[in-house]
């Protein structure tokens, strides 16, 4: 699973955005969580959801394994129903 190519993440001071890469420049799309930027930036590198969810568990005390897992697994399928990663 990778983020399609004209999709990056845009920080804005306190705000991150999925931005489209457009000829005039970028275009946000959406606001996004640390946690889900966090996510994306994995995906971007190639990590596995397996190492992804375990990085994230390691990032935020509290933050149960299987919990994480069940949460990547929405996100990316979010993400994927809008377009913005393929397999």
Known sequence: MKIKEQYVLRYDMDEIYIAEKTPEGLRDICP????AAMAWEG???GLEKK????????HFSGAELAQVERD???LTAQLAQL???EE
């Open 32 to 35: 996004i969580s640390e946690t």
């Open 43 to 45: 995906l971007e590198r």
């Open 51 to 58: 190492e992804l969810a375990r990085r994230i568990t390691a």
């Open 72 to 74: 990547l697994d929405a």
């Open 83 to 85: 377009g913005y990663i």
